[in-house]
């Protein structure tokens, strides 16, 4: 009775290293996180659409790629005009405008002529991968546009799954793509009423207001400074007053000590001296 032990191994998530046979076919995004899922590992790519090898990646997206280990030798990056595809599976040059691009690469897609004036945060030099398609951010105020929502769902370290969507469009920097309407409108300033991120200039929208987002760096305000200012000198000034008024005291404490030790001494001395007299007159009278 050996077969039940064969129905835990794993099969179909066994994650192949070189020399593994896989079939490209299968590659895919995991559905909740939308990373890229092959048969292969991490640092390599399967050879072919059939019947295909998993092979040494031949080049990487990342300084520091996931899967290796400090000793590996590390595939090349892509030099400028080129990409690295999820897959690994060497350089590509840059794809034009309508031409197919992955989830989230924006990089893969060519830069337009005026890329300075379309580049911002919410894209790669003024070019974007929108329903796999590259395009640029380049859709006016008021004119159509095309909008992608994606939805992550991850799990926390409780084990709770949570979810959350990015929205991303073709509008021009300071404009956004509402889904209802699909025109470009402006995005909202801070403090103004949102329901999503993408209307927010700062893509940001929290219980219903634009707001900064969570990793802008805290900016201590003037009359902050001013406070902790006037708080460390107080301190600073009440410190010396209290160490001087324990000082005072202690030196009025040795005064009176002083000053008893003086009575003291001259009281003592002229009992001697009364002493003395007392006894020469004894000896006069006798
Ligand atoms: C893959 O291998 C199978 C079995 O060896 C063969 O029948 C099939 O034609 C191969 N496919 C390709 C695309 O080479
Ligand atoms: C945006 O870029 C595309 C592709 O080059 C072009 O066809 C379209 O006319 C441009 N739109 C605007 C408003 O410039």
């Given at each position: 009775?050996?077969?039940?032990?064969?129905?835990?191994?794993?099969?179909?998530?066994?994650?192949?290293?070189?020399?593994?046979?896989?079939?490209?076919?299968?590659?895919?995004?995991?559905?909740?996180?939308?990373?890229?899922?092959?048969?292969?590992?991490?640092?390599?790519?399967?050879?072919?659409?059939?019947?295909?090898?998993?092979?040494?990646?031949?080049?990487?997206?990342?300084?520091?790629?996931?899967?290796?280990?400090?000793?590996?030798?590390?595939?090349?990056?892509?030099?400028?005009?080129?990409?690295?595809?999820?897959?690994?599976?060497?350089?590509?040059?840059?794809?034009?405008?309508?031409?197919?691009?992955?989830?989230?690469?924006?990089?893969?897609?060519?830069?337009?002529?005026?890329?300075?004036?379309?580049?911002?945060?919410?894209?790669?030099?003024?070019?974007?991968?929108?329903?796999?398609?590259?395009?640029?951010?380049?859709?006016?105020?008021?004119?159509?546009?095309?909008?992608?929502?994606?939805?992550?769902?991850?799990?926390?370290?409780?084990?709770?799954?949570?979810?959350?969507?990015?929205?991303?469009?073709?509008?021009?920097?300071?404009?956004?793509?509402?889904?209802?309407?699909?025109?470009?409108?402006?995005?909202?300033?801070?403090?103004?009423?949102?329901?999503?991120?993408?209307?927010?200039?700062?893509?940001?929208?929290?219980?219903?207001?634009?707001?900064?987002?969570?990793?802008?760096?805290?900016?201590?305000?003037?009359?902050?400074?001013?406070?902790?200012?006037?708080?460390?000198?107080?301190?600073?000034?009440?410190?010396?007053?209290?160490?001087?008024?324990?000082?005072?005291?202690?030196?009025?404490?040795?005064?009176?000590?002083?000053?008893?030790?003086?009575?003291?001494?001259?009281?003592?001395?002229?009992?001697?001296?009364?002493?003395?007299?007392?006894?020469?007159d004894q000896k006069h009278q006798d």
């Amino acid at each position: 009775m050996l077969w039940p032990v064969a129905l835990f191994l794993p099969v179909s998530l066994a994650v192949l290293g070189p020399g593994g046979s896989c079939n490209s076919s299968k590659n895919h995004l995991d559905p909740n996180t939308h990373k890229f899922i092959s048969a292969c590992s991490d640092t390599t790519f399967c050879s072919a659409i059939e019947n295909g090898t998993c092979t040494r990646r031949l080049c990487r997206r990342d300084e520091f790629p996931f899967g290796y280990s400090s000793t590996d030798v590390l595939p090349t990056l892509c030099p400028t005009g080129t990409f690295c595809p999820d897959e690994g599976d060497g350089c590509k040059p840059l794809v034009p405008v309508g031409g197919a691009c992955q989830l989230n690469r924006d990089e893969q897609c060519a830069a337009p002529m005026n890329w300075d004036t379309l580049s911002s945060t919410q894209n790669f030099n003024g070019a974007i991968c929108l329903h796999s398609i590259c395009m640029y951010a380049n859709a006016t105020f008021e004119a159509p546009c095309i909008t992608e929502e994606t939805t992550y769902i991850e799990t926390d370290d409780n084990g709770q799954q949570f979810s959350y969507t990015i929205a991303r469009d073709n509008c021009s920097p300071g404009l956004y793509c509402p889904p209802n309407i699909k025109t470009c409108e402006p995005t909202k300033p801070l403090g103004a009423t949102c329901q999503s991120d993408q209307e927010c200039e700062l893509r940001n929208c929290a219980f219903g207001t634009c707001l900064e987002p969570p990793e802008t760096p805290f900016r201590v305000q003037p009359w902050q400074y001013a406070i902790i200012t006037i708080c460390v000198v107080g301190a600073m000034v009440a410190t010396i007053m209290l160490l001087t008024l324990i000082h005072k005291r202690h030196r009025l404490e040795r005064y009176r000590e002083l000053c008893e030790y003086h009575e003291e001494q001259s009281s003592l001395r002229k009992a001697i001296i009364s002493l003395h007299y007392a006894a020469v007159d004894q000896k006069h009278q006798d």
